[in-house]
DNA sequence: CATCAAACGATAATTATTTTCCTTAAATAA
DNA sequence: TTATTTAAGGAAAATAATTATCGTTTGATG
């Protein structure tokens, strides 16, 4: 994703493009999903004056403008990504690395709502373990 | 699981049996699962005086020693409940009410390996929509 | 009951997040 | 291009959440 599709998003949602949302953006399509002081210590980078609150004040209103999501891991810091289709997440425990992985949960959806009687919107699952550097002892 | 093995429970990881631990433990029970405010709320019940920090301690301690177990469910604060088998979660997004659901992942948990050759330990999986209740417009 | 360490409550300190307020800059139109 | 409008930025204050400190109390042990 380009930084004119980038500004293209953002003008969608009625949100100025400004240089630290591109930035934010761009930083979250580099390294895939991020925390909160992960992100501004790379904004910082590019804008060493920006403020935290900025960074703070942005992430909340693009995830309210479901441009970016939260993503709450088990022991760890939440991280932040842009919004894609949905996808699930893998989590080293060693490392910390996050990483994507698109599988199709609508079996063990079913049967949750079959066995609840909840009617489900939505799956969010985390696998925790090793990555494939930190199984080999690397 | 009554006082007697609660306090079993505390006694083999090494800690003193106090009447506020037991409290939040109880309430555990009664309630399943429980965020900080709801906790102190329930421990203030039985101990006006008890102090925030002490339930603070507490829960970090319990959950340490792996008596307690904390869940993050998206959209909402963390919730702590005692540990069990593992399982997943269902979570009415209208009245906020939080379930177990047993479900069999290895399923989806082999897929996972397979696609990202991670060594996967640990799935937790939180299933997001609306209750029984909140469905039927209740 | 006496002893001792751990846990408690009160409160201070720290860390995280949000708000305020004034200045700056992006968007839009002249 | 320049002027106007308004959202967004930065700095700092305010608030919320969590953790640490410390003197006192209490559970465990003999
Ligand atoms: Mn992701
Ligand atoms: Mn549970
Ligand atoms: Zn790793
Ligand atoms: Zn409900």
Chains 1, 2 share one sequence.
Do not use: W
């Amino acid at each position: 994703m380009n930084t004119q599709t980038i500004a293209l998003h953002l003008r969608e949602h009625n949100l100025k493009v400004t240089p630290q949302r591109l930035k934010i953006v761009e930083s979250l399509n580099t390294y895939g999903h991020l925390n909160i002081d992960m992100l501004y210590a790379e904004v910082q980078k590019s804008y060493p004056s920006v403020s935290l609150a900025t960074v703070y004040k942005n992430i909340a209103l693009m995830t309210e403008k479901q441009l970016l999501e939260e993503v709450k891991i088990p022991e760890s810091k939440s991280v932040f990504e842009v919004k894609k289709a949905p996808h699930h997440h893998l989590h080293c425990r060693r490392c910390g690395k996050i990483e994507d992985v698109v599988i199709d949960c609508s079996g063990i959806c079913r049967i949750a709502e079959e066995k609840s009687g909840y009617l489900v919107e939505r799956t969010e699952t985390v696998f925790s373990g090793l990555c494939p550097d930190c199984r080999s002892g690397s």
